[in-house]
């Protein structure tokens, strides 16, 4: 499961409303079910309460009855194992009622250790999780600590298996277990509590302080104290660290949805880019250990998933153009597998928003254990990605909150833009970035002022239709990738991007009577032929929508978009597409934070 998980232990605090904001910070991870157990050290009491669908069906469940209790743990939860259902929702409990736990991730071998273990046991949920706490009552019942009962569940689970446990148990009502293992969990630290959380933004009303549990170990976390432990059971010390993000920046204000704010803020995102790695005297300023080990690089091997690729794909030509260095990109999940021949002093790029994805870091891991040397761009400082990659940099984005992906995208061509300009020969290329970037914010803005007009041409064009195709040549044939993810992934109308000089190669078989068909044309050299294609779906019925750029618009085009450099036009022309997508989804009544079937960060592979 990507699920989301929040634990806080204090001595005088009532946890539920604690947990339940966490959980909505967190909803974005998972909303299939939720569920918490809160004990309550002074009246000896606890409780334990789960509901299907989202949050707020929790919440109102935990208001209708009297919930109290000083620590607890709490779970959203995007079901792997088992349909969504308040059986299946977290937290699970043993047979006796002795330990709850609520878990992140998959065990790949539960059906194995079910069938060794837990023969006689009865079983009330589908899932993985389940198998997990009644073996760690059986361990116990066998004579063991707590402690060396999560120990033991541990070596059993097999390599594939992820974990982020967060276990309790009635006899110690004020204490929480933690262990992860390729899933994010961080403890939190407060003056007279701490907490755990899957995610920093869960708990940043709680505090800005954190200690990073790192694979293999295991934490003991009580109101006053934390206690960390190695894979081998030795006691080890970790220092927190200090974040330095606004809780007021996880709020979505007046904004019905995160995903329009987060379309808004797009503009500032890249001032932030500029301010950070442009200063003043147009110089990029990355750092000379990551100029330089790109520099003696004969190839760069881009490593993302969805969003991430296709800012990816746009950075490739970027390197290739611009600094002249080749580069490839490739989806994750098929390099973990199938890595393809490598050069002979190959660099890495991984590119992620959340720095989690369970993909990518397959790669990195395999890519380490190989010697080579990467760099991670990632909105999260800290993330996984970040510290096992040699080199890492902030897209400083804000946090993302949106399943759709949006400011991350236009951080990460920006921030490749600023690398490639970096390792270029900046007196051949005649391109003042800044300005160049400067300019890029203002065209934006300026869509986004205009935004309206695109809630009318989604009305009119996409909410009704069952699909939808984007086409365009060259760079465009990467920006049209995303377009048709951003359309599909929120909306649910059937999309397809590709190069348009495809479409006579099979898509064209598609197009009927008022299919929608979506051409952005940014690249004067290529316009002529996308009119080419766009008019051979015409003559097939179809109905057209043309975003182009002022220097190749004619009278007949429907949106024109600001001249700039034309590497970097899919920083603009995405945009339109981002608002076409957000729109429809919007009319056709969606959640458009939270489409169906996804969640935010996918630390499952
Ligand atoms: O956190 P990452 O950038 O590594 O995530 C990669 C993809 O899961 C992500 O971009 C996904 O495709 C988005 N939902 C798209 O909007």
């Known amino acids: 499961m990507f699920c989301g998980i929040v634990g806080f232990t204090g001595k005088n605090y009532q946890s539920a409303p604690i947990l339940l904001k966490g959980l909505q910070k967190l909803e974005y991870r998972g909303y299939d079910s939720a569920g918490l157990f809160v004990s309550d050290q002074a009246l000896g009491t606890d409780q334990l309460v789960k509901e299907n669908g989202r949050v707020s069906e929790l919440e109102k469940l935990v208001s209708s009855k009297n919930v109290t209790g000083n620590a607890g743990i709490a779970h959203t939860r995007w079901a792997t194992h088992g349909v969504p259902s308040v059986n299946n929702a977290h937290p699970h409990v043993s047979?006796?009622?002795?330990?709850?736990?609520?878990?992140?991730?998959?065990?790949?071998?539960?059906?194995?250790?079910?069938?060794?273990?837990?023969?006689?046991?009865?079983?009330?949920?589908?899932?993985d999780t389940e198998v997990a706490v009644q073996l760690i009552d059986k361990f116990v019942k066998d004579g063991l600590t707590t402690f060396e009962a999560l120990k033991k569940l541990i070596s059993l689970l097999d390599n594939n298996s992820a974990y982020g446990f967060l276990l309790m148990d009635r006899e110690e009502p004020e204490r929480m277990y933690v262990a992860k293992q390729k899933s994010p969990l961080l403890i939190g630290i407060g003056s007279d509590f701490n907490v755990v959380t899957s995610d920093a933004v869960a708990m940043l009303d709680q505090t800005h302080d954190f200690i990073e549990l790192h694979d293999g170990e295991i934490a003991i976390?009580?109101?006053?104290?934390?206690?960390l432990f190695a894979a081998n059971g030795d006691a080890i010390s970790r220092e927190a660290f200090h974040l330095d993000i606004d809780a007021t920046e996880t709020d979505k204000g007046a904004y019905p949805f995160y995903m329009l704010k987060e379309i808004d803020e797009q503009p500032v995102v890249i001032r932030q880019l500029i301010s950070r790695y442009l200063p003043k005297d147009g110089q990029p300023q990355i750092g000379e250990g990551i100029v330089k080990d790109m520099l003696a690089a004969d190839r760069i091997y881009i490593i993302a998933a969805g969003t991430s690729y296709h800012a990816g794909l746009v950075g490739a030509r970027l390197f290739e153009r611009w600094a002249g260095i080749p580069t490839e990109v490739?989806?994750?999940?098929?390099?973990?597998?199938?890595?393809?021949?490598?050069?002979?002093?190959?660099?890495?790029?991984?590119?992620?928003?959340?720095?989690?994805t369970a993909d990518s870091r397959e790669v990195l891991q395999n890519i380490n254990a190989q010697g080579f040397k990467s760099l991670t761009l990632t909105n999260v400082e800290k993330s996984t990605l970040w510290r096992e990659a040699t080199?890492?940099?902030?897209?400083?984005?804000?946090?993302?909150?949106?399943?759709?992906?949006?400011?991350?995208?236009?951080?990460?061509v920006t921030l490749q833009a600023i690398l490639a300009y970096a390792l270029a020969d900046r007196e051949q290329l005649h391109l003042n970035l800044e300005q160049e970037l400067s300019k890029i914010a203002i065209a934006i803005q300026g869509i986004i002022d205009d935004k309206e007009q695109l809630?009318?041409?989604?009305?009119?064009?996409?909410?009704?239709?069952?699909?939808?195709?984007?086409?365009?040549?060259?760079?465009?044939?990467?920006?049209?990738l995303e377009a048709a993810l951003k359309l599909k992934e929120i909306s649910y109308v059937q999309t397809e991007g590709f190069a348009a000089g495809e479409l006579k190669h099979g898509t064209l078989a598609l197009i009927e009577e008022d299919t929608p068909v979506i051409a952005i044309m940014t690249q004067p050299r290529l316009a002529g032929l996308v009119r080419g294609n766009l008019a051979e779906t015409q003559a097939r019925g179809s109905k057209t929508y043309t975003i182009v750029t002022q220097k190749i618009a004619t009278e007949e085009d429907d949106l024109v978009l600001p001249d700039v450099n034309e590497l970097l036009t899919p920083l603009v022309s995405v945009v339109p597409a981002q608002l076409l997508a957000y729109y429809t989804s919007l009319e056709r009544g969606l959640d458009v934070d939270h489409p169906r079937n996804l969640a935010k960060s996918v630390t499952v592979q």
């Open 95 to 127: 047979a006796d009622g002795r330990f709850y736990l609520v878990h992140n991730g998959v065990i790949e071998n539960y059906i194995e250790l079910k069938e060794n273990y837990l023969k006689n046991v009865e079983f009330h949920s589908d899932t």
């Open 221 to 227: 976390v009580d109101p006053d104290n934390v206690q």
């Open 330 to 356: 490739h989806v994750s999940s098929e390099f973990a597998y199938e890595q393809p021949l490598l050069s002979e002093k190959p660099f890495f790029i991984f590119l992620s928003q959340s720095g989690e």
């Open 391 to 412: 080199y890492a940099l902030p897209l400083l984005a804000g946090p993302e909150i949106a399943v759709a992906s949006t400011k991350a995208y236009v951080a990460q």
């Open 455 to 480: 809630q009318e041409v989604a009305k009119n064009l996409l909410v009704e239709s069952p699909n939808a195709f984007f086409i365009g040549r060259g760079i465009d044939s990467t920006v049209v």
